[in-house]
């Protein structure tokens, strides 16, 4: 039960891009706050909608294929808790297939050489929309995430808060990601044509741009 996992008083936040599903009568029976956009834009839209509305003090994402450990959020938010110079927090995550046997574990530490590699589309991701925990105040003042970057916004704003040492990883798997058919990580063109947008910005990426594979 996702309500189990909150810490302390945090509110659940649904957003609806749009969907096709009727999840609003369930969102409420959790007690969350639901609000739907009026056309599918994408989901970094919706995360950014539902920060906008939110008043916590910590962010934290999920993705509606994604699971979660009962523990994830109240070990995240006590490293933040203990640790000021710290805006988001990662943890290792498991891959697992809807369809196959298929699992693999991520572990994302150290953190700052994960979300390098990331960048440089070698190894996997982090999963940040899952996975990660941050700061309101921190997120907002980086204007969250790039509407523009869809598939690569997560890892831009991992590497913003990287490049400041801001970042850091639970060495404990407390996520697990799905794969589906209808997963992103299967949109090969949307996801090349992100990473080509994020290299634009010469100001952030442009000492990486030549060493980036794009494939």
Not at 145 to 158: I, V
Request: glycine share 6%.
């Amino acid at each position: 039960e996702f309500r189990r996992v909150l810490f302390r008083s945090e509110t659940i936040i649904v957003v609806d891009d749009a969907s096709n599903v009727e999840i609003r009568a369930t969102a409420i029976t959790f007690g969350a706050i639901y609000i739907r956009l009026d056309s599918n834009s994408g989901s970094f839209k919706a995360r950014q909608a539902g920060v906008q509305l939110s008043e916590s003090e910590y962010i934290f994402f999920l993705d509606s294929d994604d699971l979660w450990h009962p523990d994830k959020l109240k070990k995240q938010i006590s490293y933040l808790l203990a640790n000021n110079s710290i805006d988001l927090v990662f943890c290792n995550y498991v891959i697992f297939s809807e369809n196959t046997d298929f699992t693999k574990a991520i572990r994302l530490v150290p953190i700052r050489k994960r979300v390098e590699a990331w960048l440089h589309t070698t190894g996997y991701g982090g999963a940040l929309e899952s996975a990660g925990v941050v700061r309101r105040e921190s997120l907002l003042a980086k204007r969250g995430f790039a509407l523009d970057l869809q598939m690569c916004g997560g890892l831009d704003l991992a590497f913003r808060f990287s490049r400041e040492d801001r970042v850091a990883c639970v060495d404990e798997f407390l996520c697990a990601y799905r794969m589906t058919k209808q997963g992103w990580h299967n949109n090969k063109n949307d996801l090349v044509a992100s990473y080509n947008r994020l290299l634009l910005n010469e100001d952030l990426y442009g000492s990486f741009a030549k060493k980036i594979r794009v494939n």
